[in-house]
């Protein structure tokens, strides 16, 4: 993965810093032609390249829409892949038209003409070490990874069809996207110290309330 960090510190989304506790990813990519991230981040970095239309989300609403996400992924002017952290991962962002905007780490992936396999398959392996990332940083169940179609099937994103559009055309599925994570975190290995079990999880949460007052602010609860 090539993270780089450039925070739409001028977009309303931004400006509101609501913080979440994230629970979930949500997968989302941009419904137009045009890979280029210097579309939505800016301004230039030198590695991004110059907008000329000066319409990139580092502005308060980005086509006169209220919209944020915490992450792009797409190209630079080299033509290289990289992802470009738009938000803090806590802050709630504007990207689902719906709850998900309350519990979803989001991000898009800057879409193509669709029919690419290079971009596809390059765009495609970012955003699986992005969520594995992700998934270690907050201790995330790849299961909890949506796209936006699967978040309107679910009652927490509004109608709209990003990614199954697009990935099946490639021979992937949200399936196989979620498989890929798992598999990820799988390669890697931790030693994890278990501090409680419990069975009613109001005693678990004390316990982890206990843990994160002691100073261990990555601890977690796990259910199995
Ligand atoms: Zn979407």
């Given at each position: 993965m090539?993270l780089?960090r450039?925070?739409?510190?001028k977009n309303?989304c931004?400006?509101a810093g609501?913080i979440?506790?994230?629970?979930?990813i949500?997968?989302h990519s941009t419904?137009a032609?045009n890979?280029?991230l210097?579309?939505?981040?800016?301004?230039d970095?030198g590695?991004l390249g110059e907008?000329v239309?000066?319409?990139?989300?580092?502005?308060?609403?980005?086509?006169?829409?209220q919209v944020?996400?915490?992450?792009f992924?797409?190209?630079l002017?080299?033509g290289s892949?990289?992802?470009?952290?738009t938000?803090?991962w806590?802050?709630?962002?504007w990207?689902?038209?719906?709850t998900?905007?309350?519990?979803h780490?989001?991000f898009?992936i800057c879409e193509d003409?669709?029919?690419?396999?290079?971009?596809f398959n390059?765009?495609y392996k970012e955003?699986?070490?992005l969520?594995?990332?992700?998934?270690d940083?907050?201790g995330?169940d790849?299961?909890?990874?949506?796209?936006?179609?699967e978040?309107?099937?679910?009652g927490v994103?509004s109608?709209?069809?990003?990614?199954m559009?697009?990935?099946?055309r490639?021979g992937?599925s949200?399936?196989t996207?979620?498989?890929?994570?798992?598999d990820?975190?799988?390669?890697?290995r931790?030693?994890?110290?278990?501090?409680?079990?419990?069975?009613?999880?109001?005693?678990?949460?004390?316990?982890?309330a206990e843990?994160?007052?002691a100073?261990?602010?990555d601890?977690f609860?796990?259910?199995?």
């Amino acid at each position: 993965m090539n993270l780089n960090r450039l925070y739409l510190t001028k977009n309303e989304c931004y400006r509101a810093g609501q913080i979440i506790t994230p629970k979930g990813i949500m997968v989302h990519s941009t419904g137009a032609n045009n890979p280029h991230l210097k579309r939505y981040v800016g301004p230039d970095d030198g590695k991004l390249g110059e907008n000329v239309y000066r319409n990139h989300w580092n502005q308060a609403r980005p086509d006169g829409r209220q919209v944020c996400v915490h992450a792009f992924i797409g190209r630079l002017a080299d033509g290289s892949i990289a992802t470009y952290q738009t938000l803090p991962w806590n802050y709630r962002a504007w990207h689902s038209g719906g709850t998900a905007n309350n519990t979803h780490i989001s991000f898009e992936i800057c879409e193509d003409d669709l029919t690419d396999s290079v971009y596809f398959n390059a765009v495609y392996k970012e955003a699986v070490e992005l969520c594995i990332y992700l998934c270690d940083k907050f201790g995330l169940d790849p299961e909890n990874i949506v796209d936006h179609s699967e978040g309107c099937k679910l009652g927490v994103a509004s109608n709209h069809k990003d990614v199954m559009h697009w990935f099946p055309r490639h021979g992937k599925s949200m399936d196989t996207f979620r498989a890929d994570v798992l598999d990820g975190l799988g390669l890697r290995r931790f030693y994890r110290v278990q501090v409680g079990a419990f069975r009613e999880k109001v005693n678990a949460e004390k316990m982890l309330a206990e843990v994160k007052m002691a100073g261990f602010k990555d601890a977690f609860i796990k259910f199995e």
